[in-house]
């Protein structure tokens, strides 16, 4: 069992900056990917990045790179997602999840723990 929760989540002007933090406990040891989703009522749940717990490489989707930036603290069992320059349609309850499959970690099937959520809202 692993348990995840996100903080960090806020109100930001567009072209602000904020960053989320998704600490996780339990079974973390055996954790292979890690990654970030949003949900916006009335669309399917997106897929944000996702990282490789053991060499920290990262994956996103193209909507955000180069704005976004996700990392890891392996003593703190945490992991972050950076958001710089955010524009209106980053507006989302944002997820981070966690998996113990070796794959790139776009799916939603990837992933076997989620976490709450945390709403990130930016106003124009």
């Known amino acids: 069992q692993v348990e995840l929760v996100e903080s960090g989540g806020g109100l930001v002007q567009a072209g602000g900056s904020l960053r989320l933090s998704c600490a996780a406990s339990?079974?973390?040891?055996?954790?292979?990917?890690m990654g970030w989703f949003r949900h916006v009522p009335g669309k399917e749940r997106e897929f944000v990045g996702s990282?490789?717990?053991?060499?920290?490489?990262?994956y996103y989707t193209d909507s955000v790179e180069g704005r976004f930036t996700i990392s890891r603290d392996s003593a703190k069992n945490t992991v972050y997602l950076q958001m710089n320059r955010l524009k209106s349609e980053d507006a989302a309850v944002y997820y981070c999840?966690?998996?113990?499959?070796?794959?790139?970690?776009?799916?939603?099937?990837?992933?076997?723990?989620w976490g709450q959520g945390t709403q990130v809202t930016v106003s124009s």
């Open positions: 999840a966690a998996g113990f499959r070796l794959v790139r970690g776009a799916l939603r099937s990837d992933y076997d723990y």
């Open positions: 339990g079974r973390t040891f055996s954790t292979y990917i």
């Open positions: 990282i490789i717990w053991s060499s920290g490489r990262t």
